[in-house]
Nanobody
Framework: QVQLVESGGGLVQAGGSLRLSCAAS????????MGWFRQASGKEREFVAG????????YYAESVKGRSTISRDNAKNTVDLQMNSLKPEDTAIYYC???????????????????WGQGTQVTVSS
């Protein structure tokens, strides 16, 4: 049984930073690409950032590119999302997700992800 547990959300002023973390358990973490998604109130869940199983490649949504960094530690089974220069439009629930199939590249669609965390709220005040 795969479990993903996010932490690190909170309330921050515009221009500030947050670091989200996700701890994974249940299957060989280093075999699977990981992603972060977010869902704002009344909107669809959207891709934010992804990282390959080795950590060698990353990919970002245009909305966060240049302001966010995704990283993973395969020894600790964790994946982090560092977010800087936060904007009010970054306000959302952020979800960590693990892709369904091993050894694949980064996917940006929800259907490619088999496991999801419970989410962590990020609120950016203006």
């Amino acid at each position: 049984q795969v479990q993903l547990v996010e932490s690190g959300g909170g309330l921050v002023q515009a221009g500030g930073s947050l670091r989200l973390s996700c701890a994974a358990s249940g299957r060989t973490f280093s075999n699977y690409a990981m992603g972060w998604f977010r869902q704002a109130s009344g909107k669809e869940r959207e891709f934010v950032a992804g990282i390959t199983y080795s950590g060698g490649s990353t990919y970002y949504a245009e909305s966060v590119k240049g302001r966010s960094t995704i990283s993973r530690d395969n020894a600790k089974n964790t994946v982090d999302l560092q977010m800087n220069s936060l904007k009010p439009e970054d306000t959302a629930i952020y979800y960590c997700a693990q892709q369904a199939h091993a050894w694949r590249g980064i996917a940006t669609t929800r259907g490619e992800y088999a496991y999801w965390g419970q989410g962590t709220q990020v609120t950016v005040s203006s």
